[in-house]
């Protein structure tokens, strides 16, 4: 039984071949990509489930200060029953970039006891910064557990109120909300040493855009 | 009503299929078969149109046919063959009685239940326009309703008395280029209903117009225009149904709503066209753009529509929030059995500041169906402080349907906050088990729970149109279970 454990980190500018993962009975998968500031790039991941009892995990976050543009595009298919998929990418948008986040679950007529969850986040700081979420969901079989959540917004005011009345300063008190807001995304990460690098470098990226 | 009464109100439908299947045998005016600009000309003449309105239908002919039929709906669209339609349609006018109404009419109408006299009905008292075929046949309450200056009547009238009104925001809302069908609509559109109502008026009654496509080999292009002043507030309501026939027929309509400043307007719509038999023959194409535009601040339109009938849906009614301070709802419960098709959601464009809006959509799928979501929330760079909430559940019935979810949102706005959810799911075994052990049956509790599930927004229709959108669920549903 394979066992696939991918991280992108996506910080020089370059486009990712498309990721195709397909995954046999009761094979697991984890994809995990970051992309950093500065960086415009095309990030197409495709997920085919071909035997019963596989699951795939996909996060990602993004963090864009200037004139970015960064394409998100997953296409998970469920084509045999009783499989398990997880999307969950979370994201914020400075400057002028343009972001956008094409997501897609399909599962085949037959496919019964299929999970399939997606979430996408996302933070616009900026006047002229732009988000487009497309998640979509195409959906043939009737015994199944389907749900995606999509947002766009800023960050809230009230915590930000809240830290600042215990003595917060306000540039802290937003970067703290932002890694909060990006935080889970890295949960996925096995390795601590790696998580923590990975945190680390995050956190850089959050400090820079403010 | 006792329980007794509602539940054999519930059998009684549930035991009959599209009730509204029948023909009426009157004689009838058409034009010949195909489209071209005699036709357009000839359907200009026949209802006695100014130049003007001419000239916007041939500009419109133009446009349309350089444009290509949309495919990107997830749609099983049959070709359709835009010269083998008839455009107009009407009822002989009898010439010994020009002024009463064809008691064949008058019985068809009685048939479905719409009042064409005037007279109290179950919930109050409601004007209704009835339009059979390309022209309206009745307008009920106009006297009562002209008193406090609404006018409501047929639009071809409304061309020929309000002129300078129907000019003025005809195509206003929906420009003539603005989509495949909403150009075919305004070369060739027949008759629908015209609504003005004043500054400051709360129209006393619900307005509904009730669309009935009769003769064969025809389609239905009906249009209706709404303006709401400021201040004004008004309740509409939109019914139609068709006859069962192997073919399919085309209906094209374009809705347009104006919403001035701190006006309010509830479009609520039960659509029952024919859906085609249990194998997919036949049955409505229903290709219909509504839209609307909260104009002035703090504007507000509310749709809820139940979508039952047609063999394919094709249908996004949106708005245009352009007036700070506006908001928009968009309520709908949209069902497909056997073979129909449904692609039908909303567009909300926030344009003003602090407009908000909010979108919840049930839809149902059973047998071999397929029902898709489709919606747009545009955040434009204006839209500061605007907030979009869009909800979006399905309930699979059967193990060959299909039920779809495309959402997109588009935000350039710090401020604006867009949330979407959508959740995907059946009806449990444990909630029948449950119905089954106290006596239901299964079809009757298939019925009670999607009831249940579709709630929020049958809760949000006129009291009447609740009572009919309950029924109508159930009988879409017949045959899905066991």
């Known amino acids: 039984m394979k066992e696939y454990r991918r991280i992108y980190v996506v910080d020089s500018p370059e486009s990712l071949p498309e990721d195709h993962i397909v995954l046999g009975a009761g094979e697991k998968a984890s994809v995990t990509f970051l992309v950093f500031p500065g960086v415009s790039v095309d990030i197409p991941v495709a997920v085919d489930f071909t035997g019963e009892g596989a699951e795939v995990s996909l996060r990602g976050i993004y963090v864009c200060k200037g004139g970015e543009k960064v394409n998100i595009r997953t296409d998970v298919r469920h084509n045999v029953p009783g499989c398990v998929s997880d999307q969950l990418v979370n994201g914020i948008a400075a400057g002028d970039a343009h972001v956008t986040f094409n997501g897609k679950i399909v599962v085949a007529h037959g496919a019964q006891k299929t999970q399939a969850y997606q979430s996408n986040h996302n933070v616009v700081l900026s006047a002229s910064a732009k988000v487009d979420t497309k998640p979509q969901l195409e959906i043939y079989a009737d015994d199944v557990k389907c749900s995606h959540g999509a947002t766009v917004g800023s960050l809230n005011e009230d915590e930000q109120f809240y830290m600042r009345s215990r003595g917060i300063p306000e540039a802290e008190a937003k970067v703290l909300q932002m890694i909060s807001f990006l935080a889970p995304v890295l949960d996925d990460i096995e390795d601590a040493s790696r998580k923590e690098e990975l945190s680390a470098k995050v956190e850089e990226a959050i400090r820079s855009i403010l | ?482």
């Open chain 2, 1 to 482: 009503m006792d329980i007794q009464e509602e539940n054999k109100i519930i059998k009684d439908f549930t035991s009959q299929e599209y009730k509204e299947g029948f023909v009426t045998d009157v004689e009838q005016v058409f034009v010949p078969k195909g489209l071209n600009e005699d036709i357009i000309r000839t359907i200009s003449r026949l209802k006695e149109e100014p130049q003007w309105l001419l000239d916007f239908r041939l500009d419109a002919f133009r446009r349309w046919q350089k444009m290509p039929m949309p495919t990107w709906g997830h749609l099983d669209m049959p070709e359709i063959d835009f010269q083998d339609i008839i455009y107009y349609a009407a009822p002989k006018k009898d010439k010994d009685r020009p002024k009463e109404i064809d008691p064949e009419l008058e019985k068809t109408f009685e048939k479905l239940g719409i009042p064409i006299r005037e007279r109290e009905a179950l919930a109050g008292v409601v004007a209704v326009d009835a339009v059979f075929d390309s022209v309206s046949v009745a307008t009920t309450f106009r006297k009562t309703l002209a008193e406090k200056g609404i006018i409501f009547c047929p639009f071809s009238e409304a061309v020929r008395e309000h002129g300078d009104l129907v000019r003025k925001y005809l195509a206003s809302v929906v420009p003539v280029g603005d989509n495949f069908y909403a150009a075919l609509n305004s070369a060739v559109f027949s008759d629908g209903s015209f609504c003005y109502i004043p500054k400051g008026v709360k129209c006393p009654m619900d307005l509904s117009s009730y669309f009935r496509i009769n003769a064969s080999g025809t389609g239905q292009f009906e249009r209706t225009l709404i303006v709401a002043e400021e201040g004004s507030s008004l309740s509409y309501m939109e019914g139609c149904t068709a006859p069962m026939r192997d073919e399919n027929q085309l209906h094209a309509a374009v809705v347009e709503i104006v919403v001035e400043k701190d006006a309010d307007v509830r479009y609520s719509t039960v659509q029952n066209w024919y859906p085609g038999d249990a194998m997919g023959r036949g049955g409505i194409l229903n290709l219909v753009t509504k839209r609307g535009i909260c104009k002035g601040e703090g504007a507000h339109l509310s749709w809820t529509q139940v979508e039952t009938g047609s063999a394919i849906t094709w249908k996004y009614p949106s708005t245009i929030l352009k007036g700070d301070y506006s908001s928009s709802e968009f309520y709908s419960v949209a069902v497909t059995n056997n073979y129909q098709q449904a692609d039908t959601g909303t567009k909300m464009i926030h344009i003003g500041r602090g407009t908000r809006s909010r979108i919840v959509s049930k839809g149902i799928s059973a047998g071999h169906s397929q029902n898709s979501y489709r919606g747009l929330v545009k955040m434009l760079p204006g839209a500061t402080g605007a907030r979009n909430f869009s909800q979006c559940d399905s309930l699979l019935i059967g193990s060959d349907c299909g039920a779809h979810t495309f959402p997109d949102i588009q935000s350039a706005n710090p401020d604006a906050v867009v949330e979407h959810e959508a959740t995907t799911s059946k009806i449990s075994e444990d909630q029948l088990f449950y119905c089954n052990q106290r006596g239901i049956d299964p079809e009757d509790a298939v019925g009670l729970i999607v009831n249940g599930y579709a709630k929020e927004v049958l809760s949000r229709l006129p009291m009447e149109f609740a009572v009919e959108a309950q029924k109508l669920l159930q009988v879409s549903l017949e045959g899905s279970v066991g």
